[in-house]
């Protein structure tokens, strides 16, 4: 699975608060994103910032839900995640012993874990976060480099607690 296609059937509430993320702590990445999405369909970005937010939003992710779009869907999930919930990225690569520079960021994709190490550490995080932000952040991990975790991919494809 792509990020555009991530962006596009994650609940629309979710792509709203990481939209409100970007806009408030990025703010020149959410006017670019803006700017993007207005000249593609020959709009001038004030024509979107006048929506309001909600509204703004929803059109916002009708518009990142299509494959020219994907590296801008990308770029706003990686800074919600990264910005409004490292904790939980520490917290997953801790639980997997992975290095990280403490924001869970890491420079590159690690092996893949055991299916039973990912499992235990998946586990954990529905134990500690809401199912809806899980969901996100592991589809989110895996569009970042789709054949490094095998076990990963079979996850998501299986489980249906992660049905996109």
């Known amino acids: 699975m792509y990020h555009y296609e991530i962006i596009a059937k994650l ?10 993320h970007l806009r408030k702590s990025e703010k020149a990445s959410y006017a ?3 700017q993007t ?5 020959k709009f001038r970005p004030v024509f979107v910032e006048k929506k309001p937010p909600v509204e ?4 916002m992710q009708q518009n990142l839900g299509r494959p020219v779009n994907n590296a801008i869907a990308a770029n706003i999930l990686s800074v919600w995640l990264t910005g409004a919930h490292s904790d939980l990225l520490v917290a997953f690569l ?3 012993g992975i290095a990280h520079d403490g924001k869970g960021g890491i420079e590159e994709t690690p092996p893949a874990p055991t299916p039973e190490a990912l499992g235990a550490a ?3 995080l529905l134990a500690k976060y809401p199912a809806e932000l899980v969901k996100a ?3 989110t991990f895996r569009a970042a480099d789709p054949e ?3 076990s990963l991919n079979d996850l998501l494809a299986n489980d249906a607690r992660f049905a996109l």
């Open 32 to 34: 670019v994103a803006i």
């Open 137 to 139: 952040y592991l589809h």
């Open 122 to 124: 998946v586990d954990g």
């Open 56 to 59: 703004r939003h929803a059109w």
């Open 94 to 96: 801790d639980a997997l």
């Open 11 to 20: 609940p629309a509430a979710q792509v709203h608060e990481a939209l409100e």
């Open 37 to 41: 999405l207005a000249a593609q369909k």
């Open 148 to 150: 490094a975790w095998p």
